[in-house]
Structures are given as C-alpha cells and as structure tokens.
C-alpha cells in the first residue's frame, strides 16, 4: 500500500573525477572547459596511439559532464557536492543510488569507501554515515529506524559481507544471497542481513566488518576486487509520533567491477568503439542502459545479471541516481577513459522517478479506522434518522428560522445554508422556504423581488397598510374614550339613584325600579352611543364585542363590572345591604 506522494522526475546526474596520476606514469592529453551550462571534459589522443588506428580520423572527443573533478579534488569536496545532495533526499523519504564506474585502478573503491592512510582519506559511505546520523538526530519530529546492509556480486553469485561469524576465509564460505522476485515484479534479497546501526558507530563497525570480509574473500584466483560489484546500502524508516504512515528509504552506495574491455585483436580502426568487457554483467548493465535511453522500449533488460536486477530502482525507476566516472587518465589508459566517458553520457540520458516511499502501519490504522467507522455510523445514523425522533424545539426552529432568513437576504451567490446532518432540520427548512415562495406577504415580496419596478408596487402596498393601521388606532382611541365616559356617566346615575333613594326615604319599589333601570340604560348601546362616531365604530370594529349590536339584552363584562366596583366603593352599601336584609325579612 505504497502511496506516491511526491513525485520527482530527474535524468541520472553524471560526475567525473579524475585520479592523480602516479609517480611513473605519464599524463595523457585532456582539458576540462568550465562551459555553462555543463563543463566539458575534451580527450585528446595522442599521435602515436591515434596512428594506429588507421579508419578513426577523430583526434580529440568531448564529453559533458555535471562536474568535473581534478585530480586536486579531496574527498571532503566530492561528499558534499555529489553525495551530500543524495542523502538528503534519502532523509526526506526517496530512494537514491551513487555507483562508482571506471576502470580497475581508477579510484572507484577510494571514492566510495576511501583510503586507509589518513583519516581525511575516508569516502562518501563513512561520510553518508556521518552525515545522516547527525540529521536524523537533530530531528526530534520523527522516529527513525536505521539498518544497513552490504552485499558482494561475484561471478553472478551474492555473498552477505555483514554475516557476523567472522569465519569465511574465502568468498565461498560466506551467506549466499539471492534473489527472489515477487508476484509484483519486486525484487527480494533472500539471506541478505539488514543490521540495526542507532548510531554512526554501530554503523561503521559494520562496514569494517563488511570490508574485513571483503577482503579475506579477496584471492589472487577470483581477483574479487576488480571483478566483484559491492553494494552498501543504507535503510532508513521514518514515522511521525501519532501518525500510521511510515516513510522507507534506501541509499544504495555501489562499488562496481572494473570497466576495462578487451580489444578485438586482428580488426583495425574499432578499436575505440567496440572493445568488449571483461565482467560480463557490466555488458548487461550497458544493455540496460541503452534500452532505457532508447524512446518507446517497452522491454528492459534487468533480468540478465544479478547486478542489474539489483540496481533495477536504480536504473529508470523509483531512484535519485547520481554516478561517478572515474578515470585514470595517464597516456597508457586513454582508451578505457574515452570508453568510461562514452558510458557517462549514455546514463545523463536516463530519466528516473523517484517517489516518496509511503507505507501505512496497520495497527495504527486500525485504531485510526475504529474511530472512522465510529464517525460515519454516527453519520449515518443522523442521515436515516433512526436515533432522532423527537420534534425540534422552539428554540432550534427559532434558531433556523433565523438561518434561513439571513441565507435568503444574503446577496453573495456562494453563500450556503448549513443546518448539519439533521435531516429533521434539513425538512424544516426546505418546509419553511416553500411557505415563504407561496406567501403573498409583502416581505416575502420584497426578498424575492429583483425588478425595483416590482419594488415600487410593494411600497405602495405596504405605504396603504400603515394608512389602515393608523385609522385603527385612532378608532380604538375614540373607543377608550367612550368607555371612560361611559363610566363615568354610570357612576353619575348611580350617585343620582342613591341620593334619590335616600330623599324618598327607602322605598323598596322605588329602588328596585331605580336600578333595574339604570341596569337597562346601560345594556342598551343605541342609548350609550348615541355620538355618531361611536356608531361608525361600532359597525366598522366587529372585534370589539360590547360595542356590538348582537350583544342583545345582556349587560356587557364590562357595564357589570363597573357596576359592582360602584356597589362596592359607593359610601353607602354597608347600610343599603342593611336596609335590603330589613325590608327582606318584613
Ligand atoms: P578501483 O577501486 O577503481 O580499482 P582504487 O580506488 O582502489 O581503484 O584506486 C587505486 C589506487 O589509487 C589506490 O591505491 C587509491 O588509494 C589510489 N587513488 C585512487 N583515487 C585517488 C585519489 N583521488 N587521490 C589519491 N589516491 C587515489
Ligand atoms: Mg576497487
């Protein structure tokens, strides 16, 4: 479950460093052009040599190069301009590849190991070493996993230089490895060991241990050091604390067999081009390459050798591939250099894509997936519904009422209604604006509306509505008004009533007559409005049920209930009940 996050497309970067020359030899012919964009390295062949190739007319070739390093060039330099670039990107989570080719005696192994002698001496895998393990810990954002591992190809065999017995005494006793190949064409190491290092010392005693064993492995019979490929590699797995993705990178760090060919001996003047090699896998690591550079190759070779299959990531795949042309260039290997330089310019010709290698922990997953299903079964079920049956509160229809009206009033054509995944709510607003788009209501109007003509019309209309609401105010002022006087005339016959009751001296039929009659007065409403406003009202105010005609002979709530606050304040009504318990029992 490898996801391609990042993806960087890049041709093979191609170095040359040239070796010093030794104290005996003599320097053959060749400039080095700082040209923009790449520098150029020119080969001149020398007459004496040139003479004998009597078809070839060429004297001097060119080759380009990404830089080009002297012999002056120290091992410091050559780490942080090629290597150091690789390794970074090894950090970040891709692939990378750096492999050494040249001639036997070039200075492949002093590049990529280094030299025993000085300190200052040691190659690009101490150094890649030193470097990482200073970065990943100066890196507290992630936990890293480092392993390392390193393998010989000899004669098409792998032999595992880390197995830590310390008993091989030739290449033969140690682990053999070989290669599996899985159902997604992925290549795997059978017996390879992949050691832990946690730091640059553990790191590097397994590199001594691996040279150490390179070397036993070493006879004069299989002169293991000029015909063998070793490959250091060096794994680092990434995680972010929390995190289930887990990023794996490889750098492979690649010493190959010498590059030296032989002639075909009896044809003249091809020399140069069609010399053979020696190791038969560099012969099919060359057929890799010019099927890679080749447009629209369907087929590559890889499968043919040991190396290649290998290298497969390396070479127009999953890779930052960077290679190192070493050449000798004394006036007797001018030949071979020439042959190394036509190989660098094949490989720039190569394109890679390297991904960022992403994988993800399942146990974490797991965890991370529980609380998904978690999420969406509580999605779901606010989606069907099941779990929420009871009604919306008034508060939330309020609340989306409120909604509803600012989305509708809002002029900006992205603006959305979000109620949540509540299909209640969903229904109530979908049920709320259809009554708004049916409502014949002047604000409904006035939101819908576009045409200002249509504007102007709703104006009018609600300009007619304030004119109404206004005459009923008035009306019900006029109304209060009568009532109060209404009242007011009541309590006045009351008063005229009583005094008369007094002056008569309590008769009991005049009283009951009295009152009867002012009860009668003041259930007649022809006789209390006689004004004609009142009548108008009346008739134009049906909501007003004591004002009303259909009333008929009863007294209205509120005549009798100004009658009995009359009764009850009147100074009087302590002696009146008096007098009617009197004349009661009479
Ligand atoms: P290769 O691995 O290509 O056969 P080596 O790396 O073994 O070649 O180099 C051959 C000899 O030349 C070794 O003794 C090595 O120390 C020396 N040598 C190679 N390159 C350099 C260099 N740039 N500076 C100093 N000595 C070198
Ligand atoms: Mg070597």
């Known amino acids: 479950a490898a996801a391609a996050a990042a993806m960087v497309k890049e041709t093979i970067r191609v170095y040359a460093r040239v070796k010093p020359l030794g104290r005996r030899q003599q320097a053959g012919s060749y400039s080095v052009d700082d040209e923009e ?39 410091d330099v050559i780490f942080d301009s090629i290597a150091k670039p690789v390794a970074e990107c090894v950090l970040a989570g891709y692939n990378g590849t750096i492999f050494a080719y040249g001639q036997t005696g070039s200075g492949k192994t002093f590049t990529i190991t280094g030299g025993a002698e000085r300190y200052s001496d040691r190659g690009i895998i101490p150094r890649t070493l030193s470097y990482i393990f200073d970065q990943l810990q100066k890196d507290s954002s992630k936990v890293y996993t480092t392993h390392v591992s390193y393998l010989e190809i000899y004669n098409e065999c792998g032999y595992d230089l880390l197995d830590p017995r310390h008993e091989a005494s030739k290449m033969e006793d140690l682990p053999k490895v070989t290669i599996m190949e899985d159902s997604d064409q992925n290549i795997h190491l059978k017996n390879l060991s992949l050691q832990q290092a946690t730091n640059e010392e553990e790191a590097l005693n397994l590199l001594f241990l691996g040279d150490t064993n390179r070397m036993i492995a070493e006879t004069p019979m299989n002169q293991a050091s000029s015909r063998s490929h070793c490959i250091f590699t060096i794994h680092i797995s990434s995680k972010e604390p929390g995190s289930a993705t887990i990023r794996h990178s490889k750098l492979h760090l690649v010493d190959l067999a010498g590059s030296e060919r032989v002639a075909k001996t009896g044809i003249g003047g091809h020399l140069l081009t069609e010399a053979r090699y020696i190791n038969l896998s560099l012969h099919y690591l ?82 991370q997936l529980k609380k998904e299903i978690q999420d969406l079964k509580y999605e779901l079920a606010l989606v069907t519904g099941k779990p929420r049956t009871s009604e919306l509160s008034q508060e939330e229809l309020l609340q989306l009422d409120e909604l509803i009206e600012t989305f509708l009033k809002d002029d900006d054509p992205d603006s959305s209604l979000d109620v949540g995944a509540d299909m209640r709510k969903i229904k109530y607003c979908f049920a709320h604006m259809k009554q708004i788009m049916n409502r014949p209501m002047t604000s409904g109007k006035k939101l819908l509306s576009q045409d200002p003509s249509e504007e102007k019309s709703s104006n009018k209309e609600a300009g007619e509505e304030l004119e109404k609401l206004k005459g009923l105010l008035q009306q019900r002022d006029n109304e209060i008004n009568i009532l109060v006087t209404m009242l007011k005339k009541e309590k006045k016959k009351a008063r005229d009533a009583l005094s008369q009751l007094n002056a008569t001296s309590a008769g009991s039929t005049v009283l009951e007559q009295s009152l009867s009659m002012s009860l009668e007065e003041s259930q007649s409403p022809s006789r209390c409005f006689s004004l004609k406003e009142a009548k108008d009202f009346s008739s134009s105010v049906p909501r007003l049920p004591f004002l009303s005609r259909e009333t008929g002979g009863k007294m209205s709530l509120g005549c009798q209930e100004a009658f009995e606050v009359f009764k009850r304040d009147h100074a009087d009504s302590i002696t009146i009940e008096d007098n009617k318990q009197l004349l009661k029992q009479r």
């Not at 007459?47 to 091992?75: C, T, V």
């Not at 260039?329 to 036509?342: A, G, L, V």
């Open 37 to 75: 964009p790449l520098p150029s390295l020119e080969i001149t062949v020398p007459r004496d040599l040139a003479d004998g190739f009597i078809n070839n007319k060429r004297e001097s070739y060119k080759f380009k190069f990404q830089k080009i390093f002297g012999q002056e060039a120290k091992q």
């Open 286 to 367: 060359e057929q890799v390459i010019i099927a890679l550079a080749e447009k629209n190759r369907s087929h590559i070779p890889y499968r043919n050798s040991m190396m290649t299959s290998v290298l497969r990531d390396s070479l127009g795949g999953n890779c930052m591939t960077t290679m190192i042309a070493t050449l000798a260039m004394d006036k007797r290997n001018i030949d071979e250099s020439i042959s190394t330089c036509r190989f660098a310019q094949r490989v720039a010709l190569i394109k890679n894509e390297a991904v960022l290698n992403e994988e993800i922990d399942p146990t974490l997953m797991i965890v």
